[in-house]
């Protein structure tokens, strides 16, 4: 038997399909207690804007630690969480998290940075999504802009209508919106058109041969003055080395994300981090990257 894998192409699970499945029970009914067995946490993946060399937030980034299995991976566990539906309650912690961490940036003076959170499209769906967000964030007194929305280029999938309306709401309502892994997705440019989008995140997979590969280097390029054009930002994600952040700054991308600047970090490294990041800029004695 021939299974399609979205990461290796195509692979035989002929043995191991038995195997897979048990382990996707498994893993979906215990991830059922994984809120209240506090199995979860939060991992913050800092950003930097490459023509100031200022970090400017942090992408949200959820970790399941099961007390037998040790860490699941998000790529394992969200689908499952989706299928379930569970990824709604989780979302909303995840949601709450982000939010508090949020908070914390904002009380120690950092008051323009920005918390990312991905939002599964059967969680944005939700009727009340926009409301309850905007609801939440009022409550502790964050401003509009501190947190960002992560869809993928799959909510284009769903009713463009209903998108739609959501998506003028979360802009009514002050939330930034940008479109995770872009390129790799079912990419109707129409929507970037209609919707009030801030951000483009190009995807690793154009990232990863940046340096050695005429085309990703095209590709890369085409995004950034495509948005430039459209007034969107763009940030690239997956940046491991100093020559890519140096050709992508050099290609005019506004921000960068990847192990080159930091891994994502528990809450008080990642509070550390940005607190020393802002106060070596204040001293001085920041160094930009490529420098
Ligand atoms: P994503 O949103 O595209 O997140 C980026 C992924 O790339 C993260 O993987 C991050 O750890 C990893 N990464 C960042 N920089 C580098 C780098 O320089 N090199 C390499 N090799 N990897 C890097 P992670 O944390 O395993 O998350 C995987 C995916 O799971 C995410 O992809 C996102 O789609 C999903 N995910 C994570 N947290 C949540 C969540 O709270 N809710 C939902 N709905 N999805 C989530
Ligand atoms: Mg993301
Ligand atoms: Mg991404
Ligand atoms: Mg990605």
Redesign the pocket.
Known sequence: QVKRDGRNGLRFYAPHMQRYSERALALSSALKQAIAGNELS??F?PQLDLASGRPVGA?????WQHPQWGPV???EF?PL??QSGL?VS??WW?IEQAMAAALRLYRAGLTDMVIA????AL?FVQPDFVEELSRRRDRLGLPAGAIEI?L?ESVALLNPEEVGLKLSALSAAGMRLSI??FGTGYSSMSYLKRFSVDKL?I??SFIDELNDNEEDRAIVSAIIQMARSLGMKTIA????LAAQAEQLRALGCDEI????YS??LGQEAFDAFMADATRALAAGTAVPPGA
């Not at 959170?117 to 599964?120: D, G, H, P």
């Not at 994600?237 to 491991?240: A, F, T």
């Not at 994300?257 to 080159?260: A, C, E, K, L, S």
């Open positions: 939060l991992a993946q992408e949200a980034l959820l970790r991976s998000p790529a969200i969480a989706e990824i989780i979302g995840v959170v991905n939002v599964s969680q992560e993928t995770d892994d995140k995807d690793k994600e997956g940046v491991e994300q990847g192990y080159w891994r994502p």
